[in-house]
Structure formats: C-alpha cells, structure tokens
C-alpha cells in the first residue's frame, strides 16, 4: 500500500520560516515524483511544487524563490522548505506522488497518492 504522511505544520509570523515533511512508503523513491499542494479556505487547491528524483523541479510562481522542493531518498522522505511566509501562504499543505516519468514532467498530471495536509498559518 501507499502512504504519504505530512508533518511540520505550525504558527508563524510575516516573514518566518518552516519546513515541512513528508514520509512516503509504498513507492520506490527513484522513480517517484513528488509534489506539493496547498489549499486555503475558500479557494480552489493550487500546486506549490514538485521535485523528481533526478532533480527537475517546478514551481509555482507565488512561491518561487521563497519555496524549495527538496527530498532524501535514503529517508523516504520529501520537504517543502518555505521561507519569508506571507499571510497569503496560510492553508493546509498536502504532498502528492506518483512513480513515472509523466508525472513531474506534466503540468497537468492529476496525481493519485496524497497525504491528510498539515495546516501552516501565518500570521
């Protein structure tokens, strides 16, 4: 079975940092993509990022230069490190996987494996 698990949610101020994890089991590592979403209340759910197991990244334009994808394999575990949050940041983030080329390479991949979300608030 496949399992994704968030953690690292938390409070912080304008301008503050947190890093988030997520535990990834039941996919092989060096073939999976791994992306992160976000969704605030009352609004649509938006991509934040992804990273491949080679290094190709994609970044959603609010939080380019701000956020990094990154993963250890060896862990199983991938990170979004964000840095300088703003309000607008505040929503449950969510981690998405799936193994293949496609789905890091595609925009619009619709991804099959998601974790529960872990809540970052800034404020």
């Known amino acids: 079975h496949v399992q994704l698990v968030e953690s690292g949610g938390g409070s912080v101020q304008p301008g503050g940092s947190l890093r988030l994890s997520c535990e990834v089991s039941?996919?092989?590592?060096?073939?999976?993509?791994i992306a992160w979403f976000r969704q605030a209340p009352g609004k649509e759910r938006e991509e934040v990022g992804r990273?491949?197991?080679?290094?190709?990244?994609l970044y959603n334009n609010k939080v380019r230069g701000r956020f990094t994808v990154t993963r250890d394999d060896d862990k199983r575990t991938a990170y979004l490190e964000m840095e300088n949050l703003k309000p607008e940041d505040t929503a449950v983030y969510y981690c998405?996987?799936?193994?293949?080329?496609?789905?890091?390479?595609?925009?619009?991949?619709?991804?099959?494996?998601w974790g529960r979300g872990t809540q970052v608030t800034v404020s």
């Open positions: 998405a996987a799936d193994v293949g080329i496609t789905p890091c390479k595609d925009r619009s991949y619709q991804f099959t494996h």
């Open positions: 039941g996919l092989l590592m060096s073939t999976t993509c």
């Open positions: 990273r491949s197991p080679g290094g190709y990244q």
